[in-house]
Protein backbone atom coordinates (compact mmCIF):
# COMPACT_ATOMS: atom_id res chain seq x y z
CA UNK A 1 0.00 0.00 0.00
CA UNK A 2 1.47 3.51 -0.90
CA UNK A 3 0.50 6.52 0.99
CA UNK A 4 0.53 10.33 0.30
CA UNK A 5 1.96 13.03 2.75
CA UNK A 6 1.06 16.23 1.62
CA UNK A 7 2.40 19.40 3.38
CA UNK A 8 1.01 22.44 2.63
CA UNK A 9 2.98 25.56 1.56
CA UNK A 10 2.99 27.32 5.42
CA UNK A 11 2.67 30.92 6.14
CA UNK A 12 4.62 33.37 8.40
CA UNK A 13 3.45 35.13 10.31
CA UNK A 14 5.83 37.32 11.82
CA UNK A 15 9.04 37.90 10.00
CA UNK A 16 11.99 40.50 9.68
CA UNK A 17 13.22 40.98 6.64
CA UNK A 18 15.04 43.60 7.58
CA UNK A 19 16.50 46.26 4.72
CA UNK A 20 19.56 46.76 1.93
CA UNK A 21 21.66 44.34 2.23
CA UNK A 22 20.49 42.22 4.99
CA UNK A 23 17.21 42.43 3.14
CA UNK A 24 18.45 41.03 0.19
CA UNK A 25 20.54 38.05 2.05
CA UNK A 26 17.52 36.56 4.08
CA UNK A 27 14.56 37.14 1.49
CA UNK A 28 15.27 33.93 -0.11
CA UNK A 29 15.24 31.36 3.31
CA UNK A 30 11.77 32.46 3.65
CA UNK A 31 10.55 32.57 -0.04
CA UNK A 32 11.30 28.99 -0.45
CA UNK A 33 9.52 28.21 2.54
CA UNK A 34 6.62 30.41 2.73
CA UNK A 35 3.79 31.18 0.71
CA UNK A 36 2.74 34.43 2.18
CA UNK A 37 4.49 36.08 5.50
CA UNK A 38 3.33 39.49 7.94
CA UNK A 39 6.42 41.38 7.64
CA UNK A 40 7.38 43.63 10.48
CA UNK A 41 7.71 47.36 10.53
CA UNK A 42 11.05 47.65 12.60
CA UNK A 43 13.25 49.02 10.34
CA UNK A 44 15.55 52.30 10.87
CA UNK A 45 13.68 54.58 10.41
CA UNK A 46 10.21 52.47 11.62
CA UNK A 47 7.64 52.34 8.86
CA UNK A 48 5.25 54.36 10.05
CA UNK A 49 3.06 55.86 6.91
CA UNK A 50 1.32 54.05 4.08
CA UNK A 51 3.96 55.74 1.80
CA UNK A 52 6.64 54.32 3.39
CA UNK A 53 4.85 50.40 4.05
CA UNK A 54 4.42 50.65 -0.10
CA UNK A 55 8.26 52.04 -0.47
CA UNK A 56 9.68 49.34 1.82
CA UNK A 57 7.07 46.62 -0.34
CA UNK A 58 8.83 47.23 -3.57
CA UNK A 59 12.54 46.96 -2.53
CA UNK A 60 11.41 43.34 -0.59
CA UNK A 61 9.83 42.16 -4.32
CA UNK A 62 13.12 43.87 -6.17
CA UNK A 63 15.22 41.32 -3.79
CA UNK A 64 13.57 38.52 -4.40
CA UNK A 65 13.81 39.41 -7.96
CA UNK A 66 17.46 39.65 -7.47
CA UNK A 67 17.25 36.29 -5.88
CA UNK A 68 15.61 34.73 -8.78
CA UNK A 69 17.85 36.19 -11.06
CA UNK A 70 20.84 34.71 -9.11
CA UNK A 71 19.36 31.46 -8.95
CA UNK A 72 18.78 31.85 -5.10
CA UNK A 73 14.87 30.65 -5.79
CA UNK A 74 12.72 29.25 -8.37
CA UNK A 75 10.46 30.56 -10.10
CA UNK A 76 7.86 29.38 -8.74
CA UNK A 77 8.90 30.62 -5.18
CA UNK A 78 10.34 33.61 -6.48
CA UNK A 79 6.09 34.14 -7.92
CA UNK A 80 4.09 32.92 -5.05
CA UNK A 81 6.17 34.76 -1.96
CA UNK A 82 3.55 37.55 -0.94
CA UNK A 83 5.31 40.14 1.84
CA UNK A 84 2.11 41.15 3.35
CA UNK A 85 2.66 44.53 4.83
CA UNK A 86 2.64 46.50 8.42
CA UNK A 87 2.33 50.19 10.41
CA UNK A 88 4.65 50.35 12.90
CA UNK A 89 2.18 52.71 15.52
CA UNK A 90 3.36 55.58 17.44
CA UNK A 91 2.20 57.68 19.64
CA UNK A 92 1.75 60.50 16.76
CA UNK A 93 -0.15 57.83 14.20
CA UNK A 94 -2.63 60.14 12.67
CA UNK A 95 -6.45 57.80 12.19
CA UNK A 96 -6.48 59.02 8.51
CA UNK A 97 -2.88 56.98 7.87
CA UNK A 98 -4.76 53.61 9.42
CA UNK A 99 -8.14 54.27 7.27
CA UNK A 100 -5.62 55.18 4.07
CA UNK A 101 -3.57 52.04 4.64
CA UNK A 102 -6.78 50.16 4.95
CA UNK A 103 -8.10 51.30 1.89
CA UNK A 104 -4.75 51.02 -0.32
CA UNK A 105 -4.80 47.29 1.07
CA UNK A 106 -1.15 46.65 1.14
CA UNK A 107 -0.86 46.75 5.05
CA UNK A 108 -2.85 43.96 6.09
CA UNK A 109 -1.68 45.06 10.15
CA UNK A 110 -0.57 47.67 12.61
CA UNK A 111 2.25 46.78 14.87
CA UNK A 112 2.34 47.64 18.88
CA UNK A 113 5.56 48.11 20.19
CA UNK A 114 5.65 49.44 23.25
CA UNK A 115 8.06 52.28 23.42
CA UNK A 116 11.50 50.53 23.76
CA UNK A 117 10.01 46.68 24.86
CA UNK A 118 12.58 44.97 21.96
CA UNK A 119 15.00 45.84 18.78
CA UNK A 120 14.02 49.35 17.13
CA UNK A 121 11.36 49.52 19.50
CA UNK A 122 12.47 53.47 20.82
CA UNK A 123 10.11 54.66 18.73
CA UNK A 124 6.75 53.00 19.78
CA UNK A 125 3.76 53.34 22.02
CA UNK A 126 4.15 55.01 25.64
CA UNK A 127 0.74 55.16 26.70
CA UNK A 128 -2.14 53.07 25.13
CA UNK A 129 -4.29 56.32 25.44
CA UNK A 130 -2.58 58.12 22.81
CA UNK A 131 -3.22 55.68 20.31
CA UNK A 132 -7.15 55.89 21.15
CA UNK A 133 -7.53 57.53 17.41
CA UNK A 134 -5.60 55.05 15.89
CA UNK A 135 -7.36 51.93 17.52
CA UNK A 136 -10.98 53.32 16.94
CA UNK A 137 -10.40 53.34 13.14
CA UNK A 138 -8.85 49.76 13.18
CA UNK A 139 -11.70 48.81 14.54
CA UNK A 140 -14.25 50.20 12.42
CA UNK A 141 -12.27 48.98 8.83
CA UNK A 142 -11.24 45.81 10.17
CA UNK A 143 -7.42 46.19 10.52
CA UNK A 144 -5.96 43.72 12.76
CA UNK A 145 -3.29 45.28 15.84
CA UNK A 146 -0.05 43.49 15.53
CA UNK A 147 0.99 43.09 19.71
CA UNK A 148 4.54 42.70 21.58
CA UNK A 149 2.71 42.15 25.03
CA UNK A 150 5.52 43.20 27.31
CA UNK A 151 5.35 45.97 30.09
CA UNK A 152 8.68 48.01 29.97
CA UNK A 153 8.34 48.61 33.23
CA UNK A 154 11.90 49.13 35.24
CA UNK A 155 10.00 47.45 38.59
CA UNK A 156 8.62 44.55 36.32
CA UNK A 157 11.29 41.48 36.34
CA UNK A 158 11.85 40.61 32.94
CA UNK A 159 10.51 37.16 32.99
CA UNK A 160 7.06 38.33 34.07
CA UNK A 161 6.98 41.03 31.46
CA UNK A 162 4.47 39.12 29.41
CA UNK A 163 2.46 37.87 32.09
CA UNK A 164 2.06 41.61 33.34
CA UNK A 165 0.95 42.75 30.18
CA UNK A 166 -1.93 41.07 30.17
CA UNK A 167 -3.30 42.74 33.19
CA UNK A 168 -2.40 45.83 32.94
CA UNK A 169 -2.75 46.71 29.03
CA UNK A 170 -4.50 43.75 27.03
CA UNK A 171 -7.55 43.59 29.56
CA UNK A 172 -7.97 47.19 29.43
CA UNK A 173 -7.79 47.38 25.77
CA UNK A 174 -9.93 44.60 25.03
CA UNK A 175 -12.40 45.96 27.37
CA UNK A 176 -12.55 49.34 25.38
CA UNK A 177 -11.73 48.13 21.78
CA UNK A 178 -14.23 44.97 22.05
CA UNK A 179 -14.55 44.76 18.24
CA UNK A 180 -10.99 44.79 17.95
CA UNK A 181 -8.77 42.39 15.99
CA UNK A 182 -5.48 41.67 18.00
CA UNK A 183 -2.68 39.48 17.43
CA UNK A 184 -0.81 38.62 20.96
CA UNK A 185 2.19 37.67 19.02
CA UNK A 186 5.67 35.43 19.82
CA UNK A 187 3.61 34.23 22.95
CA UNK A 188 6.07 32.72 25.65
CA UNK A 189 4.07 32.20 28.75
CA UNK A 190 0.99 29.45 29.67
CA UNK A 191 -0.98 33.17 30.73
CA UNK A 192 -0.68 33.58 27.48
CA UNK A 193 -1.77 31.17 26.09
CA UNK A 194 -4.82 30.72 28.37
CA UNK A 195 -6.20 34.24 28.00
CA UNK A 196 -5.94 33.60 24.07
CA UNK A 197 -7.34 30.23 24.45
CA UNK A 198 -10.32 31.43 26.25
CA UNK A 199 -10.56 34.68 24.48
CA UNK A 200 -13.38 35.17 21.94
CA UNK A 201 -12.92 34.87 18.10
CA UNK A 202 -11.28 38.55 17.28
CA UNK A 203 -8.55 37.16 19.40
CA UNK A 204 -5.57 34.92 17.95
CA UNK A 205 -1.87 34.56 18.78
CA UNK A 206 1.69 34.06 17.03
CA UNK A 207 4.15 30.92 18.31
CA UNK A 208 7.95 30.62 17.55
CA UNK A 209 9.99 27.73 16.94
CA UNK A 210 12.21 29.06 19.45
CA UNK A 211 9.72 28.89 21.95
CA UNK A 212 8.48 25.53 21.37
CA UNK A 213 11.90 23.89 21.33
CA UNK A 214 13.56 25.55 24.13
CA UNK A 215 13.75 27.00 28.04
CA UNK A 216 15.39 29.55 29.70
CA UNK A 217 17.75 26.93 30.24
CA UNK A 218 19.08 27.18 27.35
CA UNK A 219 20.62 30.68 27.77
CA UNK A 220 22.91 29.54 30.07
CA UNK A 221 24.57 26.28 29.49
CA UNK A 222 28.08 26.30 29.69
CA UNK A 223 28.14 30.35 29.66
CA UNK A 224 26.25 32.62 28.29
CA UNK A 225 24.43 32.06 24.73
CA UNK A 226 23.55 35.02 22.86
CA UNK A 227 22.14 33.14 19.81
CA UNK A 228 19.28 32.12 22.36
CA UNK A 229 18.71 35.72 22.84
CA UNK A 230 15.17 36.38 21.52
CA UNK A 231 12.73 39.07 22.82
CA UNK A 232 10.23 38.08 24.86
CA UNK A 233 13.17 36.24 26.08
CA UNK A 234 12.63 32.12 26.50
CA UNK A 235 10.76 31.22 30.03
CA UNK A 236 10.59 28.25 32.08
CA UNK A 237 10.06 24.63 30.93
CA UNK A 238 5.87 24.65 32.52
CA UNK A 239 5.69 27.89 29.87
CA UNK A 240 7.29 25.80 26.81
CA UNK A 241 4.61 22.94 27.74
CA UNK A 242 2.17 24.96 27.80
CA UNK A 243 3.22 26.42 24.44
CA UNK A 244 3.45 23.19 23.15
CA UNK A 245 -0.16 22.11 24.29
CA UNK A 246 -1.50 25.46 22.57
CA UNK A 247 0.24 24.81 19.44
CA UNK A 248 -0.58 20.78 18.91
CA UNK A 249 -4.11 21.20 20.38
CA UNK A 250 -5.69 22.13 17.42
CA UNK A 251 -7.25 25.50 18.67
CA UNK A 252 -7.45 27.39 15.53
CA UNK A 253 -6.25 30.89 16.87
CA UNK A 254 -2.58 29.81 17.03
CA UNK A 255 -0.44 30.40 13.96
CA UNK A 256 3.07 29.92 13.13
CA UNK A 257 5.29 33.42 13.07
CA UNK A 258 8.84 32.27 13.05
CA UNK A 259 9.86 35.78 14.42
CA UNK A 260 13.07 35.05 12.44
CA UNK A 261 15.14 38.11 12.95
CA UNK A 262 18.62 38.50 11.95
CA UNK A 263 21.09 40.57 13.40
CA UNK A 264 25.12 40.26 12.33
CA UNK A 265 26.75 38.34 13.89
CA UNK A 266 29.17 40.53 15.23
CA UNK A 267 25.98 42.58 17.29
CA UNK A 268 24.69 38.93 19.15
CA UNK A 269 28.57 38.20 20.28
CA UNK A 270 28.45 41.30 22.15
CA UNK A 271 29.62 42.62 25.65
CA UNK A 272 25.83 43.71 24.98
CA UNK A 273 24.19 41.30 22.22
CA UNK A 274 21.22 42.53 20.69
CA UNK A 275 17.73 40.43 21.15
CA UNK A 276 16.72 38.65 17.98
C1 LIG B 1 13.19 41.31 16.98
C2 LIG B 1 14.17 42.08 16.08
O1 LIG B 1 15.38 41.85 16.18
O2 LIG B 1 13.72 42.87 15.26
N1 LIG B 1 13.93 40.73 18.06
C3 LIG B 1 13.56 39.68 18.82
O3 LIG B 1 14.28 39.37 19.78
N2 LIG B 1 12.49 38.97 18.57
C4 LIG B 1 12.09 42.22 17.46
C5 LIG B 1 10.93 41.50 18.07
O4 LIG B 1 10.15 40.85 17.38
O5 LIG B 1 10.78 41.58 19.30
ZN1 LIG C 1 9.80 39.90 15.87
Redesign the pocket.
Given at each position: MTSTLTLRRPDDW?L?LRDGDALRAVVAASARQFARAIV?P?LKPPVTTPAAARAYHGRILQALAQARAAGEIDALAAAEFQPLMTLYLTDNTPAADIVQAHAEGLVKGVKL?PAG?????DAGVTDIARVRGALEAMQRCGLPLLV?GEVTDADIDLFDRERVFIDRVLLPMRRDFPGLKVVF??ITTREAAQYVAQADELTAATITAHHLLYNRNALFIGGVRPHW????VLKREQHRQALMAAATGGHPRFFLGT?S?P?ARHLKEHACG???
Open positions: HHMNYATTNAHEHYCLPDAHCAG
